[in-house]
Nanobody
């Protein structure tokens, strides 16, 4: 069974930055596209960014220019550097394999709260 553990969330003021980390216990991590998602109460989980297996990055329009996704295949880890955070970015952030849906059981997520 694949385990996903996200960390790095917290409370930050508008305009601030956070770096989320995600570790995945899966064999062959480098062969999977990895993605970050977010969810707010009452809404569906939405895709934020994707790190492809050939090293490319894909971003949803609402975060483009403000976040950077990266991965370390030696550590089975994927990261999300978030800058210029806005209150609308408040959500629980999750990572998973895949792009259109999560390959594995979702982890507990990392709560990000952007507020004064």
């Amino acid at each position: 069974q694949v385990h996903i553990v996200e960390s790095g969330g917290g409370l930050v003021q508008p305009g601030g930055s956070l770096r989320l980390s995600c570790e995945v216990s899966v064999t062959g991590f480098s062969h999977y596209p990895m993605s970050w998602w977010r969810q707010t109460p009452g809404k569906q989980r939405e895709l934020v960014a994707v790190s492809t297996i050939d090293g490319k990055e894909e971003y949803e329009e609402f975060v483009k220019g403000r976040v950077i996704i990266s991965r370390d295949n030696d550590k089975n880890a994927v990261y999300l550097q978030m800058n210029s955070l806005e209150p609308e970015d408040t959500a629980v952030y999750y990572c998973n394999g895949g792009r259109n849906y999560g390959f594995w059981t979702w982890g507990q997520g990392a709560q990000v709260t952007v507020s004064t």
